[in-house]
């Protein structure tokens, strides 16, 4: 049966322009596979074939313009079922970049074992620093295979990690500054909460920056191969996905096999306890949860259940949330919590956590003594720990430490020469930006160039309701070093616009050379401190000084100021304080 393929449902775009039509006629393909390439001057759209089968017409071609209905191409359905057809599409190998786990051994080059199939460079893992690292090695001219054991490329930042939780944090935003302006004048009901179409927006933000990957694998002629890969040796790996089996020679080989959640050995085995995966799988909103650990994560998913309507109990070993940030930039946020959570309890440890009919009893042992609660639903958020012991990394010589780190040198080289390391395998800390970066010069050093990782600075924020950030030196690292500094800190109580969007509690506070003025460091609390961070990244990267950012004239009436303002104190020109 022929079945005419056209331009689905694309948004508010027409007339867009064909930039690649991505299949020939006779050419077999799998339901999704993307048949054509649209390019407006907002997006890219990879449009996916509904069906699958033998392409037998095309009617498009590069450089025309269509709109939602405009006729693609035509494709004969092939005998069998649809997931017969699929997978002969994908033996087939002619238009899916998903290669066949079962193609006949090719004839080693030069120095290379004898395997299934060869690589210049095979990429393990498809996060955030996987596929930068495959993207840009292809577009330096290298074959490169990415072999991710999950359905979706992306990783955990993409899948489970930064942009589902950002998405609910936004949600969870206009549900606290909505209820917040119930006192300046406007009163909104209080939200009905369907918290199924919530889980798919979440998916579909997901789904369509995962998707976008598979298209911009494709139209660098990456190879995504399927399955789980361990090493057989320095030049080969086997990758095993659904009982079948595949080995790939490679000459170069970068590990971004990523992290974890660490698992506490005390935690019964119960559905009621959930790591930050299935937090953001929002499977149903707790009456009372508990959050094992004041850091990043588990402060971002309190947030999330908070505004939902739980009651949130915040339990943290050391004695602040958020650990590796200052004290004084956390403390309006803690401030915060305190007022909204059921309990923030620091110094305390919980020892036991019993399964009960009634919920998980859990005893706590901090400056109070020892108690017991019940609680519907805990979220242990207690950190993550390093892939680098599930690789069979032995085999290839690579030293990995007893966490499962994988140490390398600056241009992510590990202990073996021809085999690099990136993102959180390699250390903290475990942030997708870092991850993009070492992928980045991991593939340029594997493509022959003389790069290396020497940022000067990796920022760290928690999205939570007052941000907090940090980039560079921290005021408690400075003193436990030993490192001279003079320290600004603007409040932004004396902020307009900060005054206007209910963040006066907020603070940006700069770390300064006592005797050049260079930019050290600096952590931010209140609304968009991320955002606010990059200015500072870039002066400790260039090396700027207090001057430089006090001349520069920052827009009015913006957070920003905030920056400008605080090298002003360092100045002594401040007028506004
Ligand atoms: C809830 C949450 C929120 C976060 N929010 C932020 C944030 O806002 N900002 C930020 O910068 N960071 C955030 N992070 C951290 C960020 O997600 C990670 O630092 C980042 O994803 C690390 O990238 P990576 O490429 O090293 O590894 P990962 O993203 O972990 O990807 C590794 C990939 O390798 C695959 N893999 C592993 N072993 C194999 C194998 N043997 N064969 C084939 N494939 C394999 C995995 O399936 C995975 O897809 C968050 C993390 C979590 C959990």
Redesign the pocket.
């Known amino acids: 049966m022929k079945t005419d393929i056209k331009v689905p449902a694309i948004g508010d775009f027409a007339n867009v322009p064909v930039v690649e039509v991505s299949v020939a006629v006779g050419d077999i393909i799998a339901v999704d596979d993307t048949v054509v390439m649209l390019e407006s001057d907002k997006a890219t759209l990879d449009i996916p074939s509904p069906v699958a089968g033998r392409v037998t017409a095309i009617h498009i071609a590069v450089g025309d313009r269509v709109s939602e209905g405009s006729a693609i191409l035509e494709v004969e359905a092939e005998a069998g079922s649809t997931d017969e057809r699929n997978e002969a599409a994908r033996e087939s190998g002619a238009q899916s970049s998903r290669a066949p786990l079962t193609t006949p051994s090719v004839h080693a080059a030069p120095g290379l074992p004898d395997a299934d199939a060869e690589a210049d460079l095979v990429v393990?893992?498809?996060?955030?620093?996987?596929?930068?690292a495959a993207f840009r090695a292809a577009d330096l001219g290298l074959k490169v295979t990415l072999?991710?054991?999950?359905p979706n490329?992306?990783?955990?930042?993409?899948?489970?990690?930064?942009i589902?939780?950002?998405a609910l944090l936004h949600a969870a935003k206009v549900i606290d500054e909505a209820a917040a302006m119930s006192g300046h004048g406007i009163a909104y009901p209080k939200p009905e909460i369907d918290i199924d179409r919530l889980r798919a927006w979440k998916s579909d933000v997901v789904g369509k920056l995962t998707g976008g990957l598979t298209g911009l694998a494709r139209r660098r002629k990456v190879k995504i191969l399927r399955?789980?890969?361990?090493f057989e040796g320095g030049n080969l790996v086997r990758?095993s996905h659904a009982g079948d089996e595949k080995t790939i020679a490679f000459k170069q080989a970068i590990i971004?096999?990523?992290?974890?959640?660490v698992r506490l050995p005390f935690l019964p085995d119960d559905d009621r306890i959930i790591d930050?995966?299935g937090?953001?799988e929002l499977a149903d909103i707790p009456k009372r949860m508990l959050v094992l650990g004041g850091g990043?994560?588990g402060l971002?998913?309190a947030q999330v259940y908070h505004a939902l309507g739980a009651r949130i109990t915040i339990v943290e070993l050391l004695d602040q949330i958020i650990p590796g940030a200052d004290r004084d930039i956390v403390v309006p946020l803690m401030k915060r919590i305190e007022q909204r959570y059921e309990k923030v309890r620091l110094n305390t440890k919980v020892t036991r956590v019993q399964s009960e009919k009634a919920g998980l009893r859990v005893t706590f042992e901090g400056p109070d003594g020892t108690r017991e609660e019940l609680f519907d639903k805990i979220l242990s958020a207690v950190g993550?720990r390093p892939?680098g012991r599930?690789?069979g990394a032995e085999k290839a010589g690579i030293s990995v430490d007893e966490g499962g780190f994988i140490r390398v040198d600056r241009q992510m080289r590990t202990s073996r020469e021809n085999i690099f390391a990136?993102?959180?395998?390699v250390g903290q800390?475990?942030?997708?930006?870092?991850?993009?970066h070492e992928?980045k010069v991991a593939a340029e050093v594997a493509a022959g160039h003389k790069s290396a990782f020497d940022a000067r600075a990796i920022p760290s924020?928690a999205?939570t309701e007052p941000e907090v950030g940090w980039v560079g030196l921290t005021e408690s690292d400075a003193k436990t070093k030993g490192i001279a500094y003079k320290k600004a800190s603007f409040p932004w109580a004396a902020s307009g616009r900060a005054l206007a969007m209910a963040g006066s509690d907020g603070v940006s506070k700069l770390l300064f050379d006592p005797d050049s003025g260079r930019v050290l460091g600096a952590g931010i609390c209140g609304p968009n401190a991320g955002e606010l961070l990059a200015e500072v990244a870039l002066a400790i990267e260039m090396g700027a000084d207090a001057e430089d950012l006090s001349l520069t004239i920052h827009p009015h009436p913006t957070l920003s100021e905030t920056i400008g303002l605080a090298a002003e104190i360092f100045e002594g020109t401040i007028t506004d304080l």
Do not use: F, Q
């Open positions: 393990i893992g498809a996060g955030p620093g996987g596929y930068t072999v991710e054991r999950d490329l992306g990783g955990v930042c993409l899948n489970v990690g930064c589902p939780s950002k399955g789980s890969a361990v990758v971004a096999c990523g992290s974890e959640p930050s995966t937090a953001l990043i994560i971002e998913m993550r892939n599930l690789i990136i993102g959180d395998v800390p475990m942030l997708a930006h870092k991850a993009t992928g924020v999205y």
